[in-house]
C-alpha cells in the first residue's frame, strides 16, 4: 500500500530484481489471482506469464481476457516488452462438455493452453494425505506428465 501514491510504482519490482537478474538463469514470481499492485509489478517484470484457467468455471475465460488486456496496456503504457502469456488448462476432464467448451474458447481466442492439467485423482489425494510428493508416488501419473509437458513447454519459450 506504500507504493500507491508513487511515481512508477508499476516498476517497483523491475527496480529492486535489477541489480540480481544476473546471478539467476530464472526468477520465479507467484502472485495472488488478482491485478492488484505485486500482480501488476510481476507482470511487468516478467517475461512469461503462465495463467491457469479452469475447465470448469466460465469465469476462469473472463479473467485470462482480461488478463491478456492488461498485459498489452502495460507493454503499451510502460513502453515494455508484453509477456508472453501461456495458459494452463486445469480442472480438465475429458469427458465433460464445460471441459471441451472452455479449451474452444481459448482456441477460439488464439489461447492455445500450453497443457491439460487433469482434475483432482484419487491419486492425488492419497500422495497428499501420504505426504509423499506425487512424482514419487506415481511417476507416471497423467497430472506428473502433464506437469513434465509444461516444464518442456516453459523451457521452449523461454530458449527464444
Not at 508513487?6 to 530484481?17: I, Q, S
Not at 535489477?18 to 516478467?46: E, K, R, S, W
Not at 492439467?117 to 511417476?139: E, F, K, M, T, Y
Amino acid at each position: 500500500m506504500s507504493l500507491v501514491g508513487e511515481l512508477g510504482r508499476e516498476r517497483f519490482l523491475t527496480d529492486a530484481l535489477g541489480p540480481v537478474f544476473g546471478d539467476y538463469d530464472d526468477v520465479v514470481i507467484d502472485t495472488p489471482p488478482n491485478l492488484g499492485l505485486l500482480t501488476v509489478n510481476a507482470l511487468v517484470v516478467g517475461e512469461l506469464v503462465i495463467a491457469p484457467v479452469s475447465a470448469e468455471d466460465d469465469a476462469s475465460l473472463h479473467g485470462i481476457r482480461e488478463l491478456r488486456e492488461t498485459l498489452a496496456k502495460l507493454a503499451l503504457r510502460l513502453n515494455a516488452p508484453s509477456a508472453v502469456l501461456m495458459p494452463i488448462l486445469t480442472r480438465w476432464q475429458r469427458l465433460r462438455i464445460s471441459s471441451r467448451l472452455i479449451e474452444q474458447s481459448l482456441l477460439l481466442e488464439s489461447l492455445r493452453p500450453a497443457v491439460r492439467v487433469p482434475a483432482r485423482s484419487a491419486l492425488l489425494a492419497n500422495a497428499a494425505a501420504a505426504r509423499i510428493p506425487l512424482a514419487v508416488s506415481a511417476p507416471d501419473s497423467a497430472p506428473i506428465l502433464a506437469y513434465d509437458l509444461l516444464t518442456d513447454r516453459i523451457t521452449e519459450v523461454m530458449a527464444r
